[in-house]
């Protein structure tokens, strides 16, 4: 009998893509539950409390967007991936903005979805063993998922977590986007870089001047022993 890996919550209003994305998933050894608005989506997370949550944007009603932005609100960081068949990179940065943690457009493969919800997972979990990392003002301890800036813990999404994690991890190495999107969301060649930028901003605003981000001009970024 196949491990049950975890229920993925999956909230798509188009019945044969749900179908689709359950089969899918289920085969893979996740337990899959559909709904197919906001308002049922939210009210599925708070009683089963998924390990992932395929989020389609369009939805009747309330929509993705919205389903995602009331779940930050409230303090839970489960995994998002946002669906859509829109490919903007306006919807794309406001998606990721409202701390979804991946985003993939229609029409795409069955395969390259559950793909996407193993590497959510893994980053989720994070490393079996890495200490308690400390710069400047920062303490990040990966085994509790946890962040504090002088003393006061501060929330940061899955991936945010883990982007600050590895360069943490290798204080004044510099790293091309490209380098970060395959270490970081486990998949490199992704077409369009400018959400390392969205997430390396959203960083920033979070940790304010205590930030140990640096820029490196027509390179990438860098984690330096001091706030920015």
């Known amino acids: 009998m196949q491990e049950n890996k ?5 909230v798509e209003d188009e019945q044969n893509i749900a179908d689709l994305q359950r089969r899918y ?7 899959v539950h559909v709904e197919a608005d906001g308002d049922a989506a939210l009210a599925a997370v708070r009683r089963m409390r998924p390990v992932a949550i395929v989020l389609d944007i369009a939805l ?3 929509d993705g967007m919205e389903v995602c932005r009331r779940l930050r609100e409230e303090g839970d960081w ?5 669906v859509t068949a829109r490919d903007e990179v306006t919807d794309r940065i406001l998606g990721l903005e409202l701390g979804a943690d991946d985003y993939l457009t229609k029409p795409f493969s069955p395969q390259e979805l559950v793909a996407r919800v193993k590497s959510l997972l893994r980053r989720a979990a994070g490393p079996q063993r890495d200490p308690v990392s400390r710069v400047g003002r920062l303490t990040l301890d990966t085994g509790r998922r946890t962040l504090l800036v002088d003393d006061r813990p501060v929330e940061l ?3 945010e977590f883990n982007l600050l994690a590895f360069l943490m991890s290798h204080p004044e190495q510099v790293f091309s986007r490209e380098q970060l999107l395959g270490q970081v969301w486990g998949y490199a060649g992704y077409r369009d ?4 930028d969205v997430y390396v901003s959203q960083l920033r605003a979070k940790l304010g001047n205590a930030s140990p981000i640096r820029t490196v001009r027509g390179v990438g970024y860098s984690v330096t022993g001091a706030g920015r």
């Open 6 to 10: 975890g229920l993925v919550l999956v």
């Open 25 to 31: 998933l289920s085969r893979e050894g996740f337990g």
């Open 60 to 62: 009747h009603g309330m």
């Open 78 to 82: 489960t995994p998002v991936l946002f």
């Open 157 to 159: 999404t899955t991936t």
């Open 193 to 196: 870089t400018r959400v390392m």
